[in-house]
């Protein structure tokens, strides 16, 4: 067992891969001479002295420091790399797109579109496993302490990650955890037909057809990959929702209609944001997690409210319900209630951050236009939960009133 964990954790398979996919190293000789393909990229030799989110001065946390690319530990520990030579720009940007998936700009946008567009009974249940699944996986990273692959030979695209530990893969959690809610929510909900499963060797075989990987080597090295990080975040989430599936519905009917529902789901979210694990030097984990809980929080608050003031949608006619049809006007429709909705959370999210940042401020007597101020436990949770509530709330609440109010 010890032998395969070592065999998992190196660093030559991820670079494998990544250069199956048409991603290396430029030598550190050839990148000083500049290549119309180079991709803009921060060297660890050009972060020298900088913290992990890139703020340009030492950062000190207990005993431990961060600098040119590790800890004093030897975590992370890294050395010079060179600039990264993309070779096939299609999946490049594929990969780019795939990651963006997991990040902010997915979830502000693809979650409260199901809420506002499609169904919220759908976007309710994707919330509420969505945050559970990434809080757990977020929590099981700085517990493992698994780092990431060291670069050189792994090249290293996202720098605003790399203090975070990479066991299991967040990324993976949310895609399963999205999908699979998905399809169990809408499964029995709507006239869909029935839905198209590939078998395992079909999609083998196109994926080595897609990829142009042949040799056996290759395909066990990749499979090794995805098994230290992917595949074992995308069993968290399976194993997640396989438990928890049953008891969805009796969930929900307790979220909408108990008047301690909204306190509990905040006063909850304050207290794992402020008891996340302690860690020997600053990562995103934490600020991410308590991204993730507020928006949580935030969502029990709004379907609350909706679900109280009797905005909540009921679909008539019996299950199944039928798919309407897709028309112009129905499209149209969509468009205008997603550009007011996102206007409005763009709108919430900056007013919340700027006043609740000004007042932490004034409080505490220090700067928080210092992006090191903003890593201080009691500047980062409580501006982070004040931000993305905030959001919950008008995404799950307001936008639905507007968009009533205005026969939208």
Request: aromatic share 12%.
């Amino acid at each position: 067992m010890t032998q395969l964990l070592k065999a998992l954790q190196d660093p030559q398979l991820v670079a494998q891969f990544q250069r199956s996919c048409g991603l290396t190293l430029q030598p550190q000789g050839e990148a000083n001479g500049g290549s119309p393909r180079d991709v803009p990229f921060q060297s660890v030799q050009g972060s020298r002295g900088k913290t992990p989110g890139g703020m340009g001065v030492p950062h000190q946390n207990g005993n431990k420091s961060y600098t040119n690319g590790s800890y004093a530990n030897g975590t992370h520990r890294q050395g010079p790399v060179g600039k990264p030579l993309v070779q096939n720009y299609f999946l490049y940007y594929l990969f780019k797109f795939s990651a963006a998936l997991g990040q902010e700009v997915f979830y502000i946008t693809f979650l409260p579109f199901t809420f506002w567009n499609i169904d919220p009974f759908i976007a309710r249940r994707l919330i509420i496993v969505w945050a559970t699944v990434m809080y757990l996986g977020q929590i099981s990273k700085d517990l493992l302490k698994w780092p990431r692959p060291s670069s050189p030979p792994v090249v290293k695209l996202e720098t605003r990650v790399d203090a975070e530990y990479g066991m299991p893969s967040t990324h993976a959690i949310a895609a399963t955890a999205i999908s699979f809610t998905f399809l169990l929510a809408t499964m029995d909900r709507y006239q869909v037909g029935n839905y198209p499963f590939l078998s395992q060797n079909m999609f083998g075989d196109q994926f080595r057809r897609y990829k142009g990987i042949n040799h056996p080597d290759t395909l066990r090295n990749i499979c090794l990959f995805f098994l230290q990080d992917v595949i074992c975040g995308a069993l968290i989430a399976l194993l997640f929702l396989v438990l928890t599936f049953p008891v969805w519905d009796s969930t929900e009917r307790l979220l909408l209609n108990n008047p301690l529902s909204p306190v509990f789901a905040v006063i909850a979210a304050l207290l794992l944001s402020y008891n996340y694990p302690k860690m020997d030097h600053y990562s995103t984990t934490r600020a991410d997690t308590t991204t993730i809980l507020a928006v949580c929080a935030g969502t029990c608050v709004g379907i609350w409210l909706t679900h109280y003031f009797g905005l909540t949608y009921m679909p008539s006619g019996p299950f199944p319900l039928r798919v309407p049809p897709i028309t112009t006007n129905m499209l149209l429709l969509h468009m205008l209630r997603f550009l007011l909705g996102v206007l409005l959370l763009l709108i919430t999210r900056y007013f919340a951050k700027t006043l609740s940042l000004q007042a932490l401020g004034s409080w505490h007597k220090v700067p928080t236009q210092d992006h090191l101020v903003r890593q201080r436990l009691e500047i980062e949770v409580p501006y982070k939960f004040v931000t993305y509530i905030s959001i919950g709330v008008v995404a799950t609440a307001v936008v639905p009133w507007l968009c009533q109010l205005f026969g939208m």
